[in-house]
């Protein structure tokens, strides 16, 4: 029972609106599966896939929040 885990940052949506579109979720559920049977032949009904958005302030890179990478990154650039 594979069990997938897509996470999706939820960077320039407002507050208390979805990432990804229910039409963009139904694809991502219908690829992810398709892969995991054509390459693991596992079956479609024992796949799962889960997908979770991600506050932008509940994720980092280079050590820092994202915002801060940001800033650090464009202070580097000019």
Known sequence: MPIVTIQVTREGNKPGTSAVTTDEKE??????SQLLLDVLN???DST????????????GVGGVPVP?????????ES
């Open 42 to 44: 596992k079956p479609l």
């Open 48 to 59: 799962f896939v889960v997908i979770q958005e991600v506050e932008l302030e509940n994720w």
């Open 27 to 32: 694809q991502l559920i219908k690829g992810v």
């Open 68 to 76: 801060e990478y940001r800033r650090q990154k464009q202070a580097k």
